[in-house]
């Protein structure tokens, strides 16, 4: 009796094991048939690859490796499994997308704003809710490019920044130190890069303003890679409520500019915003120009503080890197002139080595996994069909790490940037083509200044120097990069 009650127990924990099984993989290959039968008509196949689960598509595939700080996997066992193709179907952020590897693919399709148009999942368009940069059309597009270059691109402009930011990043820096304890490297990064960021576009403001927007903005950049859902608890909820909250705080701020600026009180990105007006007459009202700032701001702080932390912790990983940038450093302050206490663009130039070690920071970590675009018609490429309509997103993470085009690429070696002969497309951390980062100039000289007066002064000893890293929104060790900032030198 016992032997024949244990079999059927095990012959129905098998069936339904079997079951499960079975309408799992059915129920996982719907999509794959629903949009297969919507081609079916097409001259060409859709790319190779897997669009997961109805409605979450893999969402829950790329969770895993980005949360749990194996980004890379998540591409290499794509490509695994369906050869080196450079080009894959897949479905993220709520649409069928197209993961796009290979640097000539990736090239032509950043260049192309006619056939692939900016398109960013639905959780970053509502956050910034108004046109942000990438929605504009092409002529409002580069009239708001020619704005931002004649503050961020320009070196003229910038020289006049430079001492600005060098006293904010001299000053961050002693106190940090001052503070005889551990800090969160990435939080007080932020808030050194959200200081000048701020300056620049809005002008100067109190330690109580710039935290309140400062936290803001933090739950936005949290929920910008996120499902859309709008409930409590989720990240997105409150990415919309700091949202509301920072537009309730900037609008005075524009105000007050608009009624200074009738005084001829001229100065900043916000000034020069608020007297558009091109030979059309597109003119952004006080909302409008509210959520330019927001949109700027955000993509400006966050990606250069995360570029500043993991400068300093691959510095500190590798202390042959850092005794040869310091080295540079040091020869840079012995050529300079007695009297002149102050860096220059100049000396900036001559920071060759520095160079590279933030270029490999960029290429190493890859800030930007991927960028965002869609269809505005059929497309044909390496004879597979690109729907209208669909995302196509070229995958930086993978040209930066693909060992075609650098050798040892998980090694972070800066010295490979002295012969290395970058092929086009291969090197674009900060996007390519008429949408590149406007604000790439600005972002790399905070580095440079901050990066300089680190390497000559202080040293870092993290608490946790083996903590886990996760990927999501941006790479960062979980606690922060807690750590002490030591000062060792009194020069």
């Avoid at 098998?14 to 949009?35: E, I, K, M, P, T």
């Avoid at 590149?436 to 390497?455: D, M, Q, R, T, W």
């Avoid at 900032?485 to 020069?491: A, H, N, R, T, Y």
Wanted: aromatic content about 12%.
């Amino acid at each position: 009796m016992d032997t024949h009650y244990c079999f059927w127990i095990s012959a129905t924990l098998f069936s339904l094991f079997a079951g499960y099984f079975c309408v799992s993989n059915l129920v996982w290959r719907l999509n794959d048939w629903y949009y297969n039968l919507k081609q079916r008509n097409k001259q060409y196949p859709l790319p190779p690859g897997d669009l997961g689960w109805p409605f979450i598509g893999d969402m829950l595939t790329f969770v895993k490796h980005f949360s749990s700080g194996h980004p890379d996997s998540f591409i290499k066992n794509i490509v695994s499994k369906y050869g080196r193709n450079g080009i894959y179907k897949s479905h993220l952020f709520g649409s069928p997308s197209i993961i796009i590897c290979e640097a000539d693919l990736i090239m032509k399709v950043l260049t192309d704003d006619e056939t692939y148009k900016f398109s960013y999942p639905k959780s970053t368009v509502e956050l910034l809710k108004y046109k942000p940069y990438w929605s504009f059309s092409r002529k409002e597009q580069m009239l708001f490019r020619r704005i931002i270059s004649s503050l961020t691109l320009n070196n003229t402009s910038l020289e006049n920044y430079l001492s600005n930011i060098e006293e904010i990043m001299v000053k961050s820096l002693e106190d940090f130190s001052s503070m005889n304890r551990p800090v969160e490297l990435l939080k007080e990064m932020k808030n050194v890069s959200f200081k000048v960021i701020v300056g620049l576009f809005m002008g100067s403001y109190d330690e109580r303003f710039m935290s309140k927007i400062g936290n803001s903005f933090s739950h936005m950049h949290s929920a910008l890679f996120c499902m859309p859902f709008n409930l409590p608890g989720f990240a997105f909820r409150r990415g919309l409520i700091a949202r509301e909250k920072l537009a309730k705080l900037v609008k005075p701020i524009v105000k007050e500019r608009r009624l200074m600026i009738r005084k001829g009180d001229k100065k900043n990105l916000l000034d020069i915003l608020l007297q558009v007006n091109d030979e059309d007459g597109w003119k952004p009202d006080d909302d409008d120009i509210i959520q330019m700032l927001i949109a700027m701001v955000l993509a400006g702080h966050e990606t250069t503080a995360h570029g500043l932390m993991w400068s300093i912790i691959y510095l500190t990983q590798n202390p042959h890197i850092m005794k040869k940038a310091k080295e540079e450093q040091e020869e840079i302050m012995k050529a300079r002139e007695g009297t002149k206490k102050k860096l220059s663009f100049e000396e900036i130039k001559k920071m060759v080595y520095l160079s590279q070690v933030i270029d490999e920071t960029l290429r190493h970590i890859s800030l930007t996994f991927a960028l965002f675009r869609e269809t505005t018609r059929d497309v044909n490429i390496n004879g597979y069909i690109i729907p209208k309509g669909w995302k196509v997103l070229p995958w930086l993470k993978s040209i930066h790490k693909d060992p075609t085009y650098y050798s040892n690429p998980d090694e972070f070696n800066p010295s490979r940037w002295n012969d290395h002969d970058t092929k086009h497309g291969t090197f674009i951390p900060f996007g390519v083509g008429s949408r590149h980062c406007p604000g790439n100039s600005l972002a790399k000289i905070e580095i440079y200044v901050f990066l300089h007066y680190f390497i000559l002064n202080y040293k870092l000893e993290r608490v946790n120097p083996d903590c886990p890293i996760t990927c999501l929104p941006a790479p960062m060790p979980t606690d922060n990069c807690l750590a002490k900032v030591i000062k060792v030198s009194s020069s």
